[in-house]
């Protein structure tokens, strides 16, 4: 399995600020994904990411609130921009090779 | 449209008291159900990937199994390490590859 790491771990955030996330692969992976985990809540997808292409959002997310960079085959990041405290998650990117879909340990994001 | 539905929420055991989990899917095509195992303030952790309909898989003190309509994840004589939010996703087949996830089962196992 690929190992994922992420980083901020976690960080709190003045409202109106933005921040982005890190998520270092130690293999070549086709495909990232950026996940959001609400407190108490379940993981929904924001967005995949392939290298050299853009970003594909799905429903309710969109590029200029979450753009991501996908620059090489092992490395992308994910921004939350112009943050509100409703943006207060867990942030999480993910990668999947041959049926296995690893999680990094997420980013505890608080925007006070 | 791709729907993951898991029971129950919260589950509450005994120590060596066996029992299951429940998992059901409306998707366009299986590709995969994934089930997942999250500690507090972790990322998910990978536990087994099903295929096809009668498959089973196994890990220590969990077996899933899966049907064309549902997944179980049953533990035996689970201990209180096993305490932890269990999460079910299916996978479509589709071009998009994504997981779709359910609410997740919270598991707790008291001494």
Redesign the interface.
């Known amino acids: 399995s690929a190992v994922i790491s992420q980083k901020p771990s976690r960080d709190i955030c003045q409202r109106g600020t933005s921040l982005t996330i890190q998520c270092q692969v130690d293999s070549q992976v086709t495909m990232m994904f950026w996940y959001r985990q609400q407190p108490g809540q379940s993981l929904t997808l924001i967005a995949t990411a392939n290298q050299g292409s853009e970003a594909t959002y799905e429903s309710g997310f969109v590029i200029d609130k979450f753009p991501i960079s996908r620059p090489n085959l092992t490395f992308s990041t994910l921004t939350v921009s112009n943050m509100s405290p409703e943006d207060s998650s867990i942030y999480l990117c993910s990668v999947g090779q041959g049926g296995d879909y690893t999680f990094g340990s997420g980013t505890r994001l608080t925007v006070v | 449209e791709d729907q993951v539905t898991q029971s129950p929420e919260a589950l509450r055991l005994q120590e060596g008291e066996s029992s299951s989990l429940n998992c059901s899917y409306t998707v366009s095509g299986l590709r995969?159900l994934?089930w997942?195992r999250q500690d507090p303030?972790?990322?998910?952790?990978?536990l087994f990937?099903l295929?096809s309909a009668g498959e089973e898989k196994e890990k220590e003190r969990l077996k899933a199994t899966l049907t064309k309509k549902e997944s179980f994840l049953h533990i035996t004589a689970p201990k209180p390490e096993d305490s932890a939010t269990y999460?079910c996703?299916v996978q479509a087949m589709d071009s998009?590859?994504?997981?779709?996830?359910?609410?997740?089962t919270r598991l707790l196992v008291r001494p």
């Open positions: 995969g994934f997942y303030g972790k990322g998910p952790e990978f990937t295929y999460l996703a998009s590859y994504k997981l779709i996830f359910g609410s997740g």
